[in-house]
């Protein structure tokens, strides 16, 4: 099989979420999630597919910048992943859009994530499996070390590597056994009345999940009530994490967090902007023995890093879709074995639970090594419209069999999704 | 008139720049200066002109997003800047792309700076002017304090405003007399030979300007012969600052940079990743006393705000057309003043120096109301196609008597190098 790429296309795919008030919190009150995908094409005819998720309004601006990267994809190999991905990334003209950062960053995610799901159906593997396989040589070959290296040098990488490799075999049959751990934020969100998070929270239990969050951060008076309803009835010692989605300025992060101390929060997530490294510093100084967390916003390896230098964070919330796809999300997993901080991915959205589960699984098999004190984010949304669906069992993900990345849309929903001329758009 | 805008168009321009390399620096080695540009019309004709300056390729990309702000600004009134420009940045939808950085918020930038050069030309005043003419709480009201309070408060910014209150008349009428120094960049790009780097460097000594800058990075014997030559000519004590356009990683940029140590560099300049506050850190000492500068890559006020907050820079260099546009930058000069570090802008590019110039003048007349240790870049690209060009006299930049924010190109500038359809690039 030729593992040549002839061809790029989009589709700007959107989701009239914001109907139902499914996921809403303090800072996106109405998103409709959506997907800039694309499609890669191989002359033999195999496909691989990418998303940059976005919640509406400027998806097609999005879909934009992912056609601009046409020239960089179409005639290459896809055996050239670790060269492309820097072609992309270090071409002069396009890095003045960010660099490394936004639109064209997360573009760069789309269709680096999409190479991944080609490469991992032409090997026959799903792509957790594919990486995990991988000599530690390999790896460190996957990931740009340019500006990590006060922090993360290729040899230090290398060690973590081999330290994980005896025990690979069995961590993949132990993910084969018992999958990854997951925690639901189905029951918290903001939009939903008292009774509705009652009864979503005891679901949530009754489902075997090791952990829920809520949503905080519109008002202190109903977060108190809502963090006690959930309380209630997860009982004492159960992880309930809380999240801002950056609502708050630096004192009034640290006030508002500590007037919920008596209910033990898991984590507090995103308490301000994701772009304010100091500031999270500041908070968790303020806030501990409270865990911070955040990552779903953090634009590059860059930032991550940072957070790591400055004890900013005590779980790292890596976005399938946001920096620069795989590629970058290795350097981050491996900056967060480095400073022994436990990755617990942020999904949700439309198809982040379907790619990040894998980097996960990746990390245990061949990274950290370890599962201990890390859960995968889940959240009960539009899992329908893709070909290979997440599986969850006793609230853990099951190691996915199927080649690939698990990014494939239904073309069904691709088309009746597809914004502004899909039926689901039309009939609004 | 009514101050009803009507109508938003948008043009993508292309010069192309790298036929001379000019523009060549250790990370940009082919530039084609361009500008994702927005027109606003009222109801009565009167148009505000803006832009994001791009380097070439992604052009489209970045007049899309510009495009997508369509919707917030027709129909609106030009006196509602302030909140106009919250609703574009909080618009929940929109923030998923950024927030507040790369492609999404320079699309931000241009549709602001041209409802500021609006603005201006309604009230037939260049907009330093009608700025540094505001009463201090209607300049506050126009910056958004958010993530800036635990740096910089509503208060602080109110009373350092008030303070420079009193002077605001004779520094308008020294700035109408003398203009704003400068400094130039026009000699020190890498794509330059020894003799027109000599020659150059004798020009600006000769056209009276206060500094220059060198490019720095892709080779250090290089480095090393160039600064010497330009050292030669203008002399010990003659400010040489070096720009290093992100080439390096912490410790590289530290052993670099104290090998040039004994041309004694005025300041150095984007060592590092521009999102890498604490590598900023880290850099500033290990090379003190030699000083460090940054920002025309700095997404925002948030990462200005811990540069500061870090002692990572002894000068903040804004640019008018990456953070949100005029009122953000009212925002970086407040935090600037706050901090007591000067700001010396970036520019050059396409319109960069037309649009900065008005940002300093108004620093210099109603916030910091100092001049001291402050110079406007300048490079001498492009200038023509502007209808109210940067006048250079004496090596300073003479105050603008023209309405508006001196954004305008001309009309058949436009239409030439309108891309890909205009003349210059039909004929390449």
């Known amino acids: 099989m030729s593992p040549r790429i002839v061809a790029l296309s989009t589709h700007d795919i959107r989701f009239p979420t914001s109907r139902e008030l499914d996921g809403s919190d303090a800072m996106n009150p109405d998103p409709d999630y959506s997907a800039a995908y694309v499609v890669l094409r191989t002359a033999d005819g195999v496909e691989g597919h990418g998303f940059a998720f976005t919640i509406g309004r400027g998806n097609d601006v999005q879909t934009a910048a992912i056609r601009a990267l046409e020239q960089y994809v179409v005639g290459r190999d896809v055996d050239d992943i670790g ?5 992309m990334v270090y071409d002069s003209q396009l890095r003045w859009l960010g660099p490394e ?11 680096v994530n999409a190479l991944w799901d080609l490469k991992a159906r032409i090997e026959g593997k799903p792509l957790w499996l594919l990486l995990g396989e991988l000599p530690p040589e390999r790896i460190v070959d996957l990931v740009d070390f340019r500006y990590l290296s006060d922090a993360l040098t290729p040899a230090e990488a290398l060690e973590i590597l081999r330290r994980a490799e005896p025990g690979r075999r069995e961590r993949i049959a132990h993910l084969r056994e018992h999958g990854y751990p997951a925690y639901t934020t189905s029951p918290g ?19 075997g999940f090791k952990q829920i ?3 905080v951060g519109a008002s202190l008076d109903d977060d108190v009530r809502r963090f006690r309803v959930a309380r209630e009835v997860c009982g004492d010692g159960f992880p309930i994490a809380i999240d801002a989605n950056q609502r708050w300025d630096v004192d ?3 006030t508002w967090i500590n007037a919920l101390k ?4 898991h984590w507090v997530e995103e308490p301000t902007s994701p772009d304010d490294v100091l500031g999270h510093a500041a ?10 967390a955040t990552g779903e916003h953090v634009q590059n ?5 940072q957070l790591l230098q400055a004890g900013a964070i005590s779980y790292l919330q890596l976005d399938s879709a946001r920096v620069g796809g795989v590629n970058e999300n290795i350097a981050i997993l491996l900056l967060a074995a480095k400073f022994g901080v436990p990755v617990c991915p942020h999904a949700g959205g439309v198809g982040l639970c379907e790619l990040v589960q894998h980097l996960s699984m990746f990390d245990y098999v061949a990274v950290s090594g370890s599962m201990e004190n890390r859960v995968i984010e889940y959240v009960d949304h539009l899992h329908e419209h893709f070909t290979d669906p997440v599986v969850i069992e006793n609230g853990c993900y099951t190691a996915p069999n199927a080649p690939g990345f698990s990014a494939r849309m239904r073309p069904e929903s691709i088309s009746a999704h597809s914004f502004p001329g899909g039926a689901v758009w039309r009939e609004s």
């Open 301 to 305: 390896r860059i930032v991550f890093k």
């Open 262 to 265: 008596e209910f033990h929060p």
């Open 189 to 207: 969100w903001l939009g939903y009345d008292d009774d509705k998070l009652r009864r979503l929270c005891q679901e949530a239990l009754g489902q």
């Open 83 to 87: 060269a492309l991905y820097k072609d």
């Open 101 to 111: 950062k936004g639109v064209m960053h997360m573009a760069i995610s789309a269709v």
């Open 252 to 254: 009034s992060a640290v």
């Open 283 to 292: 908070i968790a100084r303020g806030i501990a023995p409270i865990p911070v």
């Open 213 to 215: 969050k809520l949503k």
